[in-house]
């Protein structure tokens, strides 16, 4: 099992910019994939960045140049620094960790509670 617990979300002006972080806990030597996800009002969730063990990152198009995803294997955290904020930004982001299995086990997928960001004048 893997625990997730997001932080730093709040309330920010537009242009503003905020760093979330995930403390993942339990048995975290078999992360693969770290994620963010975020899911607004009436929305579905959608993948904003993901990191790989290695460092390796991915961004969705919407975020491409104004965030950025960080991983430290040693402190078991994951970082999303967000700048250049706008209001479409606006949602509750969670964090995501993918534990592979042998095949032909499907990978695990465990997420946190969530954090709220809100985007507003």
């Known amino acids: 099992q893997v625990q997730l617990a997001e932080s730093g979300g709040g309330l920010v002006q537009p242009g503003g910019s905020l760093t979330l972080s995930c403390q993942a806990s339990?048995?975290?030597?078999?992360?693969?994939?770290m994620a963010w996800y975020r899911q607004a009002p009436g929305k579905q969730r959608e993948l904003v960045a993901t990191?790989?063990?290695?460092?390796?990152?991915n961004y969705a198009d919407s975020v491409k140049g104004r965030f950025t995803v960080s991983r430290d294997n040693a402190k078991n955290t994951m970082e999303l620094q967000m700048n250049s904020l706008q209001t479409e930004d606006t949602a509750v982001y969670f964090c995501?960790?993918?534990?592979?299995?042998?095949?032909?086990?499907?990978?695990?997928?465990?997420w946190g509670p969530g954090t709220q960001v809100t985007v507003s004048s």
């Open positions: 995501n960790a993918v534990v592979p299995r042998s095949a032909p086990s499907p990978p695990l997928d465990y």
């Open positions: 339990g048995r975290v030597f078999n992360i693969y994939i």
């Open positions: 990191v790989t063990r290695a460092g390796n990152t």
